[in-house]
């Protein structure tokens, strides 16, 4: 799944984004308001966190933007504006939970999971599919032709941003990116390795091969008969 998080402290931006990445989540980090509003209304996130005191535009602002555009994603106010009016002016405008600076990142993990859950119960549980693969995103699940299958974290979070964007060849500065959090060097193989690992879990027990390399370019999630 993919959360937002905008927070202009570097290190907590850091230590959030780290964290959640471990977590098995892909996620996208702005330092100020205007940057995470424009991510927001561009891009498709299942959570947003947001802390209120941003340069550009504040948090309350990134907010009323954001469900203007008529977006119902989860949004958690992370923040050290504690006073009760804050959080009632935060829950007001369309915030889903609010959680005061300092905070234990325990915490915050748990409240961002139980808003997942809370917003897909009304709707279908996303689940992931590509042939007889099935990833759910909630469960942390991964099944093919009903066998299950165990992915490491990063395994799982590889595979769902190749099923999030099947067909399209994912160049490996994107990938590195997405799932490594950095910047792609072109004298480490771990992108390959990983590759690799996660054909031999998916694939290769199958008729139909899912994951594909496309020679100078990239990796491919793709079905062809």
Request: hydrophobic share 45%; no cysteine.
């Amino acid at each position: 799944m993919k959360v937002l998080v905008v927070e202009d402290e570097l290190k907590t931006g850091s230590y959030l984004k780290q964290g959640l990445l471990e977590a098995g989540f892909v996620v996208d980090l702005a330092a100020n308001g205007l940057d995470g509003l424009h991510l927001a209304l561009t891009e498709a996130y299942d959570l947003a966190v947001l802390d209120v005191m941003l340069p550009g535009i504040d948090g309350w602002q990134v907010l009323q933007g954001i469900r203007r555009a008529g977006k119902d994603m989860p949004v958690l106010f992370l923040t050290a504006r504690d006073q009760v009016e804050d959080r009632v002016k935060g829950l007001e405008l369309g915030a889903d939970d609010y959680l005061v600076k300092p905070f234990a990142f325990s915490e915050l993990l748990a409240r961002v999971r139980s808003l997942l859950r809370r917003g897909n119960k009304t709707k279908e549980a996303e689940v992931l599919r590509a042939a007889d693969l099935e990833l759910d995103l909630l469960r942390r699940r991964v099944v093919r032709s009903g066998k299950r299958i165990d992915l490491t974290a990063k395994e799982f979070a590889l595979l769902e941003l190749l099923l999030r964007r099947q067909g399209e060849v994912l160049p490996r500065s994107l990938i590195a990116s997405q799932v490594w959090d950095m910047n792609f060097d072109s004298d480490t193989n771990v992108i390959e390795v990983a590759i690799k690992r996660l054909r031999l879990k998916v694939d290769e027990d199958f008729e139909l091969k899912l994951i594909k390399t496309v020679r100078g370019m990239g990796y491919v999630l793709e079905i062809n008969e």
